[in-house]
């Protein structure tokens, strides 16, 4: 069974300062995906990672894939309040596509001023 | 605005009932998912269809059941209700492009069960 662990599950952060969000997988897989969750609303994709050494940027937010460690990160640079929400990260262990991508249970991120 | 229609967008009801969910994909997406939010057991894959005809299945609970009808949009079926099956229903549908496949969520269906 394909187990994904994310860490850590709740973070408070200064706004300002720099941090990782660790993903976790225990299965072989070259397809990582990253989404944010606002509360009360839908997820919305961020980052989809195909390769090792995959490295995508996007604003504040930097992910990364190494699939021979089996982690991807997610790094925030000078956080702002506007990236608080949870993000998760999803693997998908059939190899075809997103059909049956396996979800952490998210990292709930607060960034306070 | 994902493009992903989910209805209702609340429901309350009883255990021992049985409700419908609806999904209307984006325009073009060929692929439905159903994904179940709940706060013990996080984001857990259901079903997916692809063009009418069930492709994967995931975690999905036999008094649950889905379709995907011609004109693409799925519905989901719960019954039998119990109060465990309280939860955020999501859809989802995909676009395969040069960065890989990509879901995109609609807004969800918060399920209580009393």
């Known amino acids: 069974e394909l187990k994904v662990e994310q860490n850590p599950l709740f973070l408070s952060m200064q706004e300002g300062k720099n941090y990782t969000i660790y993903c976790n997988y225990s299965t072989t897989s070259d397809r990582l995906y990253w989404y944010r969750q606002d509360p009360g609303k839908s997820l919305e994709s961020l980052f989809v990672l195909l390769s090792n050494g995959a490295v995508k940027q996007e604003g504040r937010l930097m992910a990364s894939l190494d699939t021979k460690a089996r982690l991807s990160t997610l790094h925030i640079t000078a956080a702002v309040h506007d990236l608080s929400a949870t993000y998760f990260c999803a693997v998908d262990m059939t190899g075809g596509g997103a059909d049956g991508l396996t979800f952490g249970k998210g990292t709930h991120l607060i960034i306070q001023p | 605005d994902s493009g992903v229609t989910q209805t209702p967008k609340h429901l309350i009801t009883a255990t021992g009932q049985r409700v419908t969910l609806r999904c209307s994909p984006r325009?073009?997406?060929?692929?439905v998912y159903w994904y179940q939010q709940s706060l013990d057991q996080g984001l857990q894959f259901l079903i997916q269809?692809?063009?009418?005809?069930?492709?994967a299945k995931g975690n999905i609970l036999e008094r649950f059941s889905a379709q995907q009808f011609p004109d693409l949009h799925s519905e989901l079926n719960l019954s039998s209700l119990e109060l465990g099956d309280s939860a955020l229903y999501f859809c989802?549908?995909?676009?395969?492009?040069?960065?890989?496949?990509?879901?995109?969520f609609g807004s969800g269906t918060q399920l209580s069960v009393l």
């Open positions: 989802a549908s995909s676009v395969v492009g040069l960065q890989g496949e990509k879901l995109f």
């Open positions: 269809y692809y063009n009418g005809e069930e492709r």
């Open positions: 325009s073009g997406d060929l692929s």
